[in-house]
C-alpha cells in the first residue's frame, strides 16, 4: 500500500556573489598567469577524462555565487538555481586553400631532403598573416600554432588576432600532407540561469545551464592579445613513440593533436582539426580565467536563487487505497445493517450466556435438554450427545433439524423448540422416541457404535421414556423441580 518516492521542495534564498571576472588590468598590473599549468588542467579533462573545476563545463565559465545552508533532515538530493554570468572563447575558423601557393621551402644543405624551414602566409577576412616552422629528421608528425594579433576590426569588435594551426605528416621536403586552418578568436559573455548540485561528492557540480540569448554579447577582455601570444610561446616533443620518429608540436598543438586522435579516426581532417581546435581553445580560455581571471571583488552583489531538496517520503498507492475503502466501506455497511437488525430485532437472550449455568439456564423446560437426557439414557450412548440427537431427529422431520425459542418475550416461559412447529413436550418426546432412541440402537450410530454385550446391563428400560425423562423422577429435590418447571 505504501511506496518510497521522491519529494522536492523549492524555497527562495537570497545568495552572495564576491568574485567577479578581471577583464582589464592597469597600466603597471600583470595578469601573474602560468599557461602551461592552464593547458596541462585543460588536458587532463579534455584528453584523459578528467573532472572539470566546479565552475567549470568545459566550454564556459561560470561567475561563482555563495552556497546556502541546508535545512536539517534526511536530504537525498539537494541543488540551487540562481541567475549569473558565462564567459567563454569561440573560433571562427577556415581553411587554406591552394596550400603550394602559400607555401615556401628554405633547404638545410647539411640534409636538403628531411630538414627545411617551411614559410607560410594568407589572408583571412583582410587580415594578412605568415608563419615559419621547422620541419627535420626524426619528427614525422607536426602540429603547429601561431598568432597575429593586430589584424584589425571583426565582428563587433575594434581588434581582433588570427590563431593560425598547421598539422600533418611530413615525410622528406618534397613529400608532405598538411592542412591549414585560420581562426578568429572571438570572447562572450552571457546571462542566464545556472543550477549547481549541492552534493560535496559530485562529479560534475554543474547539473544545467540555460543561456538568455538575447543577453549573449561580446566582451573582449583588454588582456586578450598577451593571452593569445604567450599561448604559443611553450614547445613540446613527444620522445616516447617506437621507431625513433616523435611528434614535433608547441604546448597548444599537443593538446589538438591528442583530442583529435582520441575523438577522431584522421586529426588532420579539416573538420576534425577546425573541431579539435574550437574545442580545446574555449576550454583552455574557460580553465584562464577560473584559475587566475576571476578574482575577489570589492563590490558584492546579491542574487535570488532557488533551493531545491528532495527527500525520499512514503506515499499511499492509490489504487491499494481505493481497494482497502472498498473493503471497509463494505464493513461499515455490514455494521449499519447489523445495527439497524439489533434495533428492530431482539434478542431471545436476557443475558450472556457465561459457563455451564449459563447454558443450563437457555436448557430448561426445553425439547432439547428432553432429548439429550432420553439419549443418554438410550442402551448404545457412547458419548457423542450431538451427533446421536441430531441424527434421530433429521429422519424423523425429512430435512435438517433447526432450533428456536419460543415465548422469547417472556424471560419465565422462553424455552427452545424445534423450528417450524412449537411442540409441547409429550409430542416432541414421542418423535424422537420414533426415531428409535432408547428401543435398542439409534439410527445415528448403527454404523458406526459397536453391539453391546449380551450380560450389559439397559440402564431404564423398564419403564415408559416420558416417565424416565422426567425431571421429578431424576430430582431428590421436590422444591426444585416445581422451581425448573414454574410449578
Excluded at 567577479?20 to 588590468?25: K, R, S
Excluded at 560534475?204 to 549573449?216: F, N, Q, Y
Excluded at 434495533?343 to 431471545?348: L, P, T
Excluded at 459457563?355 to 425439547?367: K, N
Aim: glycine content about 8%.
Amino acid at each position: 500500500m505504501l511506496f518510497e518516492q521522491p519529494y522536492d521542495h523549492t524555497k527562495n534564498v537570497s545568495l552572495s556573489q564576491e568574485y567577479a571576472l578581471v577583464a582589464t588590468l592597469g597600466i603597471n598590473d600583470s595578469p601573474d598567469w602560468d599557461l602551461a599549468t592552464v593547458i596541462g588542467a585543460a588536458s587532463s579533462t579534455k584528453v584523459y577524462g578528467g573532472t572539470y573545476p566546479q565552475w567549470v563545463d568545459g566550454n564556459h565559465t561560470f561567475r561563482s555565487f555563495t552556497f546556502p545552508t541546508l535545512p536539517k533532515g534526511n536530504i537525498t538530493q539537494a541543488s540551487v538555481a540562481a541567475n549569473t554570468s558565462a564567459y567563454f572563447a569561440r573560433l571562427d575558423c577556415q581553411m587554406l586553400s591552394n596550400l603550394e601557393d602559400h607555401l615556401g621551402k628554405t633547404l638545410n644543405p647539411q640534409n636538403p631532403t628531411r630538414s627545411a624551414t617551411f614559410n607560410l602566409n594568407g589572408t583571412d577576412n583582410d587580415c594578412e598573416w605568415n608563419m615559419n616552422f621547422q620541419v627535420s629528421s626524426g619528427f614525422d608528425t607536426y602540429l603547429f600554432t601561431g598568432v597575429k594579433t593586430d589584424c584589425g576590426d571583426y565582428g563587433g569588435s575594434g581588434s581582433s588576432g588570427r590563431l593560425i594551426i598547421v598539422g600533418g605528416t611530413v615525410e622528406s621536403t618534397s613529400k608532405y600532407n598538411l592542412t591549414v586552418v585560420s581562426c578568429v578568436p572571438t570572447y562572450w559573455t552571457a546571462s542566464g540561469r545556472l543550477t549547481m548540485d549541492l552534493d560535496p561528492n559530485a562529479r560534475s557540480p554543474i547539473k544545467k545551464w540555460s543561456e538568455t540569448t538575447a543577453a549573449t554579447k561580446e566582451l573582449r577582455p583588454g588582456w586578450w592579445p598577451l593571452f593569445e601570444q604567450q599561448l604559443q610561446q611553450v614547445s613540446t616533443v613527444d620522445t616516447t613513440k617506437t621507431l625513433g620518429n616523435a611528434d614535433s608540436t608547441t604546448a597548444t598543438g599537443r593538446l589538438i593533436l591528442d583530442y583529435g586522435r582520441r575523438h577522431f579516426s584522421d586529426p588532420f581532417a579539416v573538420d576534425s582539426l577546425i573541431r579539435s581546435t574550437q574545442e580545446v581553445y574555449a576550454t583552455v580560455y574557460a580553465e584562464l580565467l577560473n584559475t587566475f581571471m576571476i578574482r575577489q571583488s570589492s563590490i558584492v552583489d546579491h542574487v535570488d536563487a532557488d533551493l531545491t531538496t528532495t527527500t525520499n517520503r512514503l506515499f499511499v498507492s492509490n489504487a491499494i487505497a481505493g481497494v482497502i475503502l472498498g473493503f471497509l466501506a463494505a464493513v461499515a455497511a455490514i455494521l449499519i445493517l447489523i445495527f439497524v437488525y439489533t434495533e428492530r430485532h431482539h434478542s431471545v437472550l436476557f443475558e450472556e450466556p457465561v459457563g455451564i449455568l449459563g447454558y443450563a439456564g437457555l436448557l430448561v423446560d426445553s425439547v432439547v435438554y428432553r432429548m439429550a437426557v432420553t439419549m443418554r439414557d438410550a442402551t448404545n450412548f457412547r458419548g457423542k450427545t450431538t451427533e446421536n440427537v441430531m441424527g434421530a431427529v433429521e429422519p424423523s422431520r425429512g430435512s435438517i433439524a433447526v432450533f428456536e425459542m419460543a415465548e422469547r418475550g417472556d424471560p419465565k416461559r422462553a424455552h427452545i423448540v424445534v423450528q417450524g412447529k412449537l411442540l409441547n413436550d409429550e409430542e416432541a418426546l414421542r418423535s424422537f422416541m420414533q426415531a428409535g432412541v432408547g428401543q435398542g440402537v439409534s439410527p445415528a450410530t448403527t454404523k458406526n457404535t459397536p453391539e453391546v454385550a449380551r450380560n450389559e446391563k439397559h440402564v431404564g428400560m423398564t419403564a415408559p421414556p416420558t416417565e424416565r425423562l422426567l425431571p421429578s423422577k431424576r430430582s431428590a429435590s421436590p422444591k426444585l423441580v416445581n422451581a425448573q418447571y414454574g410449578k
